[in-house]
């Protein structure tokens, strides 16, 4: 907000920021060194006051919080048990992949949808057009997703499971059920604490500190049953402990139990303009969850994109050993790079620890990070085949 602030001054601008979840605007009061940076901040005006979201039409749904465990199964029967369609929302791929696995005996294949970031984000878009259709049409549709669908996605369910997050996750997935006030007994959201091998999957993306993003959202959560226009005061306490108790502009990764040496220190990592490191920032630590590896899907067996990519490549590296003119260098380097934006639809990121092996590749040869998969490997309804490798990102 501060940033934005600084640039609308600067460039005679005005912007209007949209939130779902109602964060905390305000500067943390003990931290002398951030009142400092941001010397002249001021939180944001208003536009609308918090009582206007007291209006029957922002009361879309009510949300069913469950504290018992349950596993897979348990789920399972729960989704079987309903007549509706249902969209269910999982913390992990791993966790997807095996409901989905399930309930394949029970539904048949247009009934059910399985999404996650294991597909391309072409078959990603289709998928949610096949749901939406399957919505418009009256017929049930079962989509087993990740945390994928929580934002920038229009869809409209009138049941909605998901398994325990934060209360910003938990908002926004609950943005998909009855989003349009379409239903008039209202939506209904199922929270619920999966878990496996007694271990709740939750626990397994918020880590370390992350850890008391679930406990400040369970101190917010009292009651079992909250209609929507009540998660307001809900998303005040969470982000009001956030904001009193978390570290401002300061990271930790998992693997760093020391308060008092943090991996990232924003505001004097900018001061002291060490923006190489900050460039270097990554929000999800990859001695956790893995190395990023980028895999391209061919549409068919006439689709070369990939073999174009690696021939443009070579001609690049001859042109730099060859001391060519830097005019040549450089559109080859753009033509490299407007190839890569038409093979994007394509391209499917995924996390690999050191014992995780990766799928059977087509070529041998690689783009960088990027490798062309064997089209046996991946599938439209199971998307990139890991062969038992368990991936939670």
Sequence with gaps: MAYISKFCEKFNSYAIISTA????????????????????YKNPIQLLPLSYFDHYLFNRYDITNNPEEINLEDLKHC???GKKSILVILNTINDTQDLYNLLLNYLSKNELILLNTHFTPQHRKLKIYLAKRRLRESKRIIVISTQLIEAGVDIDFPILYRDFATIPSIVQ??????????????????LFHL????????????????RDLLRFTNTAITSNIYMEKELLSVQKEFFNRIQKEFHFAKHWKSNNGDLNNPDFD?????????FDKLGKFN?????????????????????????????????????????SQDNLVRIKKKEIEFHLKKMSNQIILVHLNKNQHKPLLACEKSYFNLYKIDSSFYS??????????????
């Design 283 to 323: 929000l999800i630590d990859n001695q956790v969850f893995g190395e990023e590896y980028q895999f391209f899907v061919v549409k068919n067996l006439n689709d070369d994109k990939f073999e174009i990519l690696l021939r443009k490549q070579s001609e690049l590296i001859e042109l730099i050993k060859n001391k």
């Design 21 to 40: 979840t109602q964060p905390n605007f305000s500067l943390p009061d003990n931290n002398n060194d951030t009142k400092d940076f941001f010397a002249d």
């Design 79 to 81: 989704i079987l048990d």
């Design 380 to 393: 439209f309804a199971k998307g990139i085949d890991l062969k038992n490798n368990e991936c939670i990102l």
């Design 173 to 190: 997935s609950a943005g998909r059920c009855n989003r349009n006030g379409d239903i008039k007994e209202k939506g209904h959201v199922h």
């Design 195 to 210: 878990q496996r091998n007694g271990i709740k999957r939750a626990e397994l993306i918020y880590r370390g500190i992350d």
């Design 266 to 274: 924003f505001l004097k990592d900018i001061r002291q303009c060490m």
